[in-house]
């Protein structure tokens, strides 16, 4: 049976959650495919010590070896934070049909600040956010407010 996009985006908030865990920014991201999670992912930059290694590349990067291909067409991915323009390119390159994000980021957001996914950059990709905004924003707010304590 077919999962609500809040459904989908609790999952991509686990991964956040072990973004959190593992002492990253807490973002997490999932791929969808026929419904079906075919990728999941959460930053890793810190571990990584990779400038790239944010929530939705590493989604990508799963997704894409899962299915054999870097075109995900018909794919759908899951954001706990809208994405930055790095991480939109790679949606929108990847051909995914669909980007659901949870609480914006005023300060980065491809979709608030840049409007990326309005610019005939390719691929067009449908944006529907606000999914959970308020537990995707409390999960970044906890991080920083435990980060300053220390």
């Known amino acids: 049976m077919k999962k609500t996009p809040e459904e989908y985006m609790r999952l991509a908030l686990d991964e956040a959650e072990l973004a959190y865990q ?19 992912g959460h930053n ?13 590349i590493e989604a990508i990067k799963e997704a894409s070896k899962k299915i054999g291909s870097w075109k995900l067409d018909n794919a759908e991915i899951y954001v706990t934070i809208e994405p930055c323009p790095m991480c939109s390119y790679a949606i929108i390159d990847s051909h995914m049909k669909k980007l659901y994000y949870g609480a914006k980021d005023l300060k980065r957001g491809a979709v608030s600040k840049l409007d990326i996914f309005n610019q005939n950059l390719g691929k067009k990709v449908l944006v529907c956010g606000n999914i959970l905004e308020e537990e995707s924003r409390e999960i970044m707010e906890r991080f920083f407010k435990d980060l300053r304590k220390k």
């Not at 593992?22 to 999941?40: H, Q, S």
């Not at 890793?44 to 939705?56: G, I, M, N, P, Y």
């Open 22 to 40: 593992e002492n990253e920014v807490p973002i997490g991201a999932i791929v969808v495919l026929n419904d079906e999670v075919i990728g999941r």
């Open 44 to 56: 890793k930059r810190e571990s990584t010590s990779l400038v790239t290694s944010h929530a939705e």
